[in-house]
Every structure is written in structure tokens, then in C-alpha cells.
């Protein structure tokens, strides 16, 4: 509008212009003929009329020419009106985008400051200096380094540096703000050195708020961390496997307990390199069936080291599918090595106090080991005797002599073969599994108690399934378990009076088709409060007994992959039951 104001007395300075003008043209002509006509020649007629014509043209033709000045004026005037209106608009325009332009940069949620090469503050944005905790004129003039923490203004100064030296360049960096109430803003910084018409240099920087992105990255970081630390001290790394591609992520101490470097690409191959020889086959096993089942699993193997040196690992994953459908494991191995040499000096304790054990239950049964070695060998002594009597006839009678011969040889295997069985229950022998029969270990442990059975007036009762499969055992050690549930089921039925004292063993084949061993007394049962503690150690109801014995039963049991219980009888009594499964592959 200032624009037309000033232009408008322009316009009307041409359109008086014209009218005097064009008056005085008028004038002009009216006092040239004025003066011919009175200072002239007396006028003729024709050339009278000849120059009234004339005038009468001159006039015409004024007329004529002030009416197309007249019209190029009007021509003119629209023409410069509108380019005033035009002007005006874009003026109006520029006057609203100023405007719309200062509100972006005032309420744009990202912060904005210019500085000089000095790093004064030329100007920032009232979002910028409200996010800062500051008001703008707390700003303005200052050193930006007002901002920074102390840390960071070397850095701060250091990245100003760098858009000076490359002037119209956009540089982009991270970092950290401080607030005027001492908080922590960190920003993505994009700044861009230009120069103004006054050839002074300036930095531009847009600030962006990551404060929440860092909290997280520095949460996730610390999460991670910790996590590591965790995976170190409890020396189980993490894996994933994604099936389709074969790739293989593992964690830092996945990489440490394999003995490898940080490496983004794992292959199987990488893996088998350190199995030990005599385990590959089984891991390879389990990870094509898992591929191909897209089950869970978890399998135990060993680490052969460059050293030579042997680890103990256990391997657990869990079976997912991602977001493209692909089927892929995430699963955790755990170095055991330290478990299994405490599980080998446990175990080999728990031999020791096993044959310990055994040692004190051939010592309760010493009268009755002399008896099953007596009678053979008081039968040997008969025999030979009847023999030299047989061989002193005359004619020596030869074929009673080669019987009785026949009869000192198997009371001589007798002897021996229960004196072998001692034997076998005293060493102290490493642990032997092989397929054997259940029902000969208990006919051979009643062979030992057998005279112990009789001393204490018992019927024993056998109940023998003879079609039993062979199972894969250690033949001491279930030897070890029949003998001492026998010799519990004595001791029970010892303060009997008033009933028969009975003993059940019993062989059968349970419903999850495992055998199972039962040994039933009649005696004085179980007591309530004592059934949750019966297999713990050193636990006991015998005043002179240790309480190792059902605990040692049971952990022979255990390590069999069976599982030993006791329960007290509808009536009188109670009963002992172990139960073990014929494939012992997995057994632990």
C-alpha cells in the first residue's frame, strides 16, 4: 500500500501534465488565427475558408492526438497500477513469509543458533534457548561455549574450526549440551559456514534433540555390559542360528570359552574344529535333527583346545521363527568344565564311601559269608574223604571215586565263586557297565545274606520275571543296592514277634517298559515324619548306623538314569523300588 500512496500523485502529476497540455496547444492554435485574421491581409474568400479549414484541422487533429494520449495515458496508467498492485503483492508475500519464516525459527522444535568465527552468539531461536533453560538475551552476545560442559568445549571450538576452513560444506557431529540448571542435552549438531554481504564469516547449526536415543543406547550399552559380565562370570556364552543360511551369531564369551577371536561369521566347520574327535559324530547328529525337526535341544559335549587341554560344555537352544518366517535357534552354552571335575572328585568320594559302605555290610555279614564258605568246603572235605575210602578197596572202586571227585570240584567252584563275589564287593574298582541280568545280581547277593535270612527266621520270597531284558549296569554297584535294601528289610522285621517275617523281591517290566527291582518287608514300616528325609545323607533311625547307606543307594541309582523311592505298605512294613531304563544313552 506505501507503494501505491507513492505513486499515486506520480500519476496524477502525468494526467495534469497532459491537460495543460493539451490546453495550451489549443491556445496556441486559437492565437495564431486570432492574429492572422486581424493583422493579416483582408481575407479572400477561398483562402478565407481555406484557413478556417486549416484551423478546423489543427483543431481536429488536436483533438485527435490529446484523445490517443488521453487512451496510451489510461494505457499507461492501468499498466503501472497494476504493476503497483503486483508490487504491492509480493511485497505483502514477502512481508507474510518473513513472518511465517520467523515463527518457524522461533517455535521450530530444533534448536538454531549463529555464530561468529569467534563463536559469539549472533542469534538463536526461542525454542533453542527455552530448551537450554536460558531466555534468548541470556544468549545473545555470549559465548556459545556457555552451553558445553567443560569436557566438551574443546571439541565444541575444534568443530567450528572445521566449517571455517570449509566454507558452504554441511559437517554433522553428536554431542553434549549442558542446561542452565546443570542437566545433560545431547544434540546432533549440522552446521554449515557462509559468508554475509558484508563479507563476515558465520556459522549456521541446527541442533537436534537425541537426549532419549543416547539414554538408550547408553542403557542398551550398560544392559550389554553387564550382561557380558554376567555371561563371564557365569561362563555361559549366548548363540543364534539362523537355519536357512547356516549364519551363526555368537557373543563375546561364546568366542572366549571356544578360544577364537571376534568374528561376524561363524560356520559349523568353525565349530567342529574344536569338538573333541570322539564327540563330533554325536553333535552333528543332534544339529541335523535339529534342523530338521525345528525342535528345542540340549546335548553335553566335549572342547578339544589348541593346547590340548579338554573343556566340558552344555549346549541348550531354543527353537523361534523371525519375521520372515525362517526357522532359527537362540540358545546359551555354559562351560561346565569346573562341574564335571567337582562331579568326578564327587564321584569318586562317593565311590570311596560306597566301598566303605560295602566293606561294613560284608563285616555285619561275615557269619553268614563263613557259613556259604564253610558248607562247600566242609563238603569238600567229606568227599575226599569218601574218595580216598572208595580208592582204598581192593579192587578200588573207581567210579564212585570219579562222582565224588565230580562233587569236590563243585563245592570247591562254590566256595570259590562266593569268595569271588566278596571279593568283587570289597575292591575298590572303577565303574564297569555291561549288559547283564538283573535276576542273577539278586540271586547272587542272596547267596551272600542267605545264611543271615535263616539266623533271623525269615521266609524269603522271590518273584523273578523270567523274561526280563539285559540291562547296561555297573554289576558291583546294583550288588551294592540289592544287599543294602535287603539288609534294611532284615533289620525292619528284627523286632517282629507277633507275625511271620517276611521278605519280597520281586523283578518285572513297568508300564514305561523299564525294570524294575521291588524289595517288601513286613517290618516296622515307616514313620511320616521321617519319608522326605529317608535318602538324605547322614541321616538315620539305627542308633549305631552312619546314614549313608540309602543316600549312597540312591545316587548309585542316579547315575544309571533310574530312580530309587520307598513308600510304607497297606499293611505292615514298607517297600524299596528302583526302576532302570534299558537305553542308558543319555543317562546322566
Not at 555290610?361 to 575210602?389: D, M, Y
Not at 572202586?397 to 565263586?417: H, V
Not at 543294602?484 to 523283578?507: S, Y
Request: net charge neutral.
Amino acid at each position: 500500500m506505501s507503494v501505491l500512496m507513492m505513486r499515486e500523485p506520480t500519476i496524477k502529476s502525468w494526467r495534469s501534465a497532459e491537460q495543460w497540455l493539451l490546453g495550451s496547444m489549443a491556445l496556441a492554435l486559437g492565437a495564431v488565427a486570432g492574429i492572422w485574421l486581424l493583422v493579416g491581409p483582408v481575407p479572400m474568400a477561398v483562402p478565407h475558408f481555406a484557413a478556417l479549414a486549416l484551423l478546423i484541422a489543427s483543431l481536429a487533429a488536436s483533438l485527435i492526438l490529446m484523445g490517443r494520449v488521453g487512451r496510451t495515458r489510461r494505457q499507461m496508467e492501468a499498466m503501472l497500477r497494476g504493476r503497483m498492485s503486483a508490487e504491492a503483492h509480493a511485497i505483502e508475500t514477502l512481508r507474510n513469509s518473513e513472518a511465517q519464516w520467523k515463527e518457524v525459527f522461533e517455535h521450530n522444535p530444533v534448536m538454531y543458533f549463529m555464530v561468529d568465527a569467534t563463536g559469539t552468539v549472533l542469534s538463536v531461536n526461542t525454542f533453542g534457548a527455552a530448551q537450554l533453560g536460558y531466555s534468548v538475551s541470556e544468549l545473545l552476545g555470549k559465548s556459545v561455549l556457555k552451553v558445553f560442559p567443560a569436557e566438551e568445549q574443546r571439541a565444541a571450538q575444534s568443530n567450528v574450526a572445521v566449517c571455517l576452513e570449509n566454507i558452504g560444506q554441511t559437517h554433522s557431529w553428536e554431542i553434549c549440551k549442558v542446561r542452565k540448571d546443570g542437566s545433560s542435552l545431547w544434540v546432533r549438531e549440522n552446521a554449515k559456514a557462509v559468508r554475509r554481504l558484508d563479507n563476515q564469516l558465520i556459522v549456521l547449526i541446527a541442533c537436534e534433540d537425541i537426549t532419549e536415543r543416547k539414554e538408550a543406547e547408553n542403557a542398551l550399552r550398560q544392559s550389554e555390559m553387564y550382561l557380558a559380565e554376567a555371561q563371564r562370570l557365569s561362563r555361559t556364552g549366548s548363540f543364534g542360528w539362523r537355519v536357512a543360511s547356516g549364519e551363526i551369531i555368537w557373543s563375546e564369551e561364546t568366542f572366549r570359552m571356544f578360544g577364537y577371536d571376534k568374528d561376524p561369521s561363524i560356520k559349523h566347520a568353525t565349530i567342529f574344529q574344536r569338538v573333541h574327535p570322539d564327540d563330533r559324530a554325536r553333535v552333528e547328529q543332534t544339529i541335523d535333527r535339529a534342523s530338521r525337526d525345528g525342535k528345542d535341544f540340549a546335548h553335553g559335549y566335549r572342547l578339544l583346545m589348541p593346547d590340548g587341554s579338554v573343556k566340558h560344555v552344555h549346549a541348550t537352544a531354543h527353537a523361534v521363527t523371525d519375521a520372515s518366517g525362517e526357522m532359527e535357534f537362540v540358545g546359551a552354552v555354559t562351560d561346565i568344565t569346573a562341574r564335571k571335575r567337582a562331579e568326578m572328585k564327587l564321584h569318586e568320594a562317593q565311590a570311596t564311601l560306597a566301598h566303605v559302605t560295602r566293606v561294613t555290610a560284608l563285616g555285619e555279614l561275615a557269619a553268614s559269608i563263613a557259613h556259604e564258605v564253610n558248607q562247600p568246603l566242609a563238603a569238600v572235605v567229606t568227599n575226599a574223604a569218601a574218595c580216598r575210602r572208595w580208592l582204598d578197596r581192593d579192587p578200588p572202586d573207581l567210579k564212585e571215586a570219579r562222582g565224588t571227585l565230580e562233587s569236590i570240584i563243585k563245592d570247591g567252584n562254590r566256595a570259590g565263586e562266593v569268595i569271588q563275589r566278596v571279593r568283587a564287593l570289597v575292591n575298590k574298582a572303577p565303574d564297569q557297565k555291561a549288559p547283564l541280568n538283573i535276576n542273577d545280581v539278586i540271586n547272587e547277593v542272596i547267596s551272600l545274606v542267605q545264611h543271615e535270612l535263616l539266623n533271623h527266621r525269615i521266609w524269603l520270597r522271590l518273584e523273578l520275571s523270567s523274561d526280563l531284558p539285559l540291562v547296561v549296569a555297573d554289576r558291583v554297584q546294583l550288588q551294592q543296592v540289592i544287599l543294602n535294601l535287603v539288609i534294611n528289610g532284615i533289620e525292619a522285621m528284627q523286632p517282629v514277634m507277633d507275625r511271620p517275617r517276611e521278605l519280597m523281591i520281586r523283578t518285572c517290566q513297568d508300564e514305561a517298559r523299564q525294570i524294575m527291582v521291588t524289595v517288601k518287608d513286613c517290618g516296622v514300616g515307616l514313620a511320616t515324619e521321617n519319608a522326605d528325609r529317608l535318602f538324605d545323607a547322614f541321616f538315620t533311625t539305627k542308633s549305631g548306623g552312619m546314614g549313608m547307606g540309602l543316600s549312597i543307594c540312591r545316587s548309585i541309582v542316579d547315575a544309571h538314569g533310574g530312580r530309587l523311592s520307598a513308600s510304607g505298605n497297606t499293611g505292615p512294613g514298607a517297600t524299596f523300588s528302583f526302576t532302570l531304563p534299558l537305553d542308558q544313552e543319555d543317562a546322566p
